[in-house]
């Protein structure tokens, strides 16, 4: 706001400074004008605020108001006021609008892709250009001809896209689709702050689809995926209705730093910690969890963080209970053979060392025998997302996920 200067005022000539009469009619005189002062100042301020707020309202993406820290309340009026790109606080967040659920939206869509005696389905989600990911995957751990010589036509892999705004990456993806038969596209634009819309459309697909499957896999492109130890785990369990596994994180608290990448503004998310979810970097779920989680999903607010909205907040409202697994994993993993043999998820694996570790795992001259198995079911507590997935920050709270 502009500083408005008072003008300098005329005093009484001298002659009138030991009138005692003048002297009280310059003090009322004084006394008259700083109110006035005072009165325009404060009309000025009241009418910047709301002319603020709805200048406000056109922005949408980080970084477009530029506050000094401290001149208004330091860090956290900021963080309130900067607004995460693509859902500004005027934006609708309810999740109908964007997902059509009553409609059909894909774009593209794989042909008789799960029957009767689908076991599983892992849905691999993909950014239209990351054309090399998807060709690691299905020469490697995703190759389905090897997946059908193991275990019939019950497994399936798939690739989850929005929209591009490049038309020609658009078309390899139609034309992936033709040669391979694994592409699903979605009406929205695929952007990081949009992967919630990429999960609410992946269960939308999934009930619309395949219905009879019995697991659902969400995993994304960075991914190595040990599928011998997951089908081994899957058939272990007792029954397989209510299944949400995956990697559990405790106590974790919106981040308030605009200029983190998991930046989370009061206005889409207001309370101190996030309910315990599973590391949206993999998780297996059974088809009767999938639907209830959609069905939340529909009734809830859009948070732009997909792994908190669908295993934390929409499994909150669907009354289950994300679980704990072992195998899964955020962290990169060491890549010794022996260690990948008990893993079921291996994060930031690029497309070239998606070659190393399956030529790793394929190799079974190796003896693990006196191989020191990692400690089960005991999840960490974590109390921040700002760790870019490896340091923790702060103390480790001690109560684990109930």
Request: aromatic share 10%.
């Given at each position: ?282 998780y297996v779920m059974s088809s009767d969890v999938a639907l209830r989680l959609y069905k939340a999903a529909l009734s809830i607010p859009v948070l732009h963080l997909e792994d908190v909205y669908i295993t934390g907040l929409c499994a909150k409202e ?85």
């Amino acid at each position: 706001m502009d500083r408005m200067r008072l003008l300098s005022m005329q005093l009484p000539p001298n002659s009138n400074i030991n009138s005692s009469t003048g002297n009280t009619k310059g003090k009322i005189s004084f006394i008259k004008r700083l109110a006035l002062g005072f009165i325009i100042l404060a009309g000025l301020g009241l009418l910047y605020v709301p002319a603020y707020h709805s200048a406000q309202g056109q922005f949408s993406g980080f970084g477009d108001i530029s506050l000094p820290v401290g001149t208004l309340g330091g860090t956290d009026l900021i963080a309130s006021i900067v607004q995460l790109r693509g859902w500004s606080y005027n934006t609708s967040r309810d999740v109908s609008i964007y997902i059509h659920p009553e409609n059909t939206t894909v774009i593209l869509t794989p042909k008789r892709i799960c029957n009767n005696t689908s076991y599983l389905i892992i849905l691999i989600c993909s950014a239209v250009g990351n054309i090399n990911a998807r060709i690691a995957i299905r020469n490697t751990w995703g190759n389905q001809s090897y997946l059908d010589t193991l275990y019939g036509s019950s497994i399936k892999v798939t690739f989850l896209l929005g929209q591009s705004d490049n038309d020609t990456l658009n078309s390899y993806a139609a034309d992936e689709n033709n040669l391979y038969n694994d592409i699903i596209q979605e009406r929205f634009y695929d952007t990081y702050n949009n992967l919630t819309l990429k999960s609410v459309m992946l269960l939308k697909w999934v009930i619309s689809n395949c219905d009879k499957v019995r697991y659902i896999m969400k995993t994304d492109d960075d991914m190595f995926v040990n599928i011998p130890t997951l089908i081994k785990t899957l058939r272990e369990r007792p029954k397989s209705t209510g299944t949400l596994i995956g990697s559990l994180i405790c106590n974790a608290k919106p981040i308030t730093d605009p200029k983190n990448k998991w930046y989370t503004p009061k206005y889409m998310y207001s309370d101190r910690t996030y309910p315990s979810y599973l590391s949206g970097t993999g998780y297996v779920m059974s088809s009767d969890v999938a639907l209830r989680l959609y069905k939340a999903a529909l009734s809830i607010p859009v948070l732009h963080l997909e792994d908190v909205y669908i295993t934390g907040l929409c499994a909150k409202e669907a009354g289950l209970k994300p679980v704990n697994h072992h195998g899964f994993s955020y962290i990169p993993r060491n890549l010794d053979i022996c260690s990948l043999r008990e893993t079921i998820t291996a994060h930031k694996v690029n497309a070239s060392n998606m070659y190393t570790v399956w030529n790793k795992l394929k190799n079974f001259s190796t003896n693990c025998k006196n191989y020191i198995k990692t400690a089960k079911n005991t999840p960490v507590s974590r109390i921040s997302r700002n760790i870019g997935y490896f340091l923790l920050k702060g103390r480790i709270h001690n109560n684990r996920c109930i």
